[in-house]
């Protein structure tokens, strides 16, 4: 169960995009389309702004989007905007458990 | 308006055990899985455990199997976590949250710290 693989820190500028990757392995990633995004401003507790890969749940702006490819899948917020600026975590199920990303953070230049 | 309120987390010597509760309201619980995920200071996020809506079945992340238990009070609408043996490294805030097809986590509670310390 070992953590999957984010960087540690991303940035863009106001309204440009970013792109957050997360790497895992054919045992979680690879192996289900059970990935979700969460969202962490400091001292708060983590939102879900992702599941099932690229679905958004309701109230979540359409700049964010997933993506996955073989191992690794991706959430990409596009238009960034002041208040994007929080912590990332991707998930993955990975047979009866779950196994979380290291975190991204993402600043707003 | 779903809500999850975590309590019990206190300081508490190497070797010791503590139970954290979390009520939930605002949904039918007894029809949700349920999860526990940990944040240690300043690191990310650990999925420790997670419990079926009828608590028939559990699971745990390797390091926490024999030392966590999880279970749940569908009557009292409430999740609990049974911590022994705690060490240093499982100092943590502790969030419950509402867990959705697909192991996802929709809804979580706002935390309990859990240092372990002497």
């Known amino acids: 169960q070992s953590a999957l693989t984010q960087p540690r820190s991303v940035s863009g500028s106001p309204g440009q995009s970013v792109t957050i990757s997360c790497t895992g392995t054919?045992?979680?990633?690879?192996?289900?389309?059970?990935i979700s995004w969460y969202q962490q401003h400091p001292g708060k507790a983590p939102k879900l702004m992702i599941y099932?890969?690229?679905k958004r749940p309701s109230g979540v702006p359409d700049r964010f989007s997933g993506s996955k490819s073989g191992s690794t899948a991706s959430l990409t917020i596009s238009g960034l905007q002041a208040e994007d600026e929080a912590d990332y975590y991707c998930c993955s199920y990975a047979g009866n458990s779950v196994v979380f990303g290291g975190g991204s953070r993402l600043t707003v230049l | 308006e779903v809500q999850l309120m975590e309590s019990g987390g206190d300081l508490v010597q190497p070797g010791g055990s503590l139970r954290l509760s979390c009520a939930a309201s605002g949904f039918t619980f007894s029809s949700y899985a349920m999860s526990w995920v940990r944040q240690a200071p300043g690191k990310g996020l650990e999925w420790v455990s997670t419990i079926s809506d009828s608590g028939d079945s559990t699971y745990y992340t390797d390091s926490m199997k024999g030392r966590f238990s999880i279970s749940r009070d569908n009557s009292k609408n409430t999740l609990y976590v049974q911590m022994n043996s705690l060490r240093a490294e499982d100092t943590a805030v502790y969030y419950c949250?509402?867990?959705?097809?697909?192991?996802?986590?929709?809804?979580w509670g706002q935390g309990t710290l859990v240092t372990v310390s002497s």
């Open positions: 054919s045992s979680d990633v690879g192996g289900y389309n059970y």
């Open positions: 099932d890969v690229t």
């Open positions: 949250a509402r867990q959705v097809r697909g192991w996802h986590f929709d809804c």
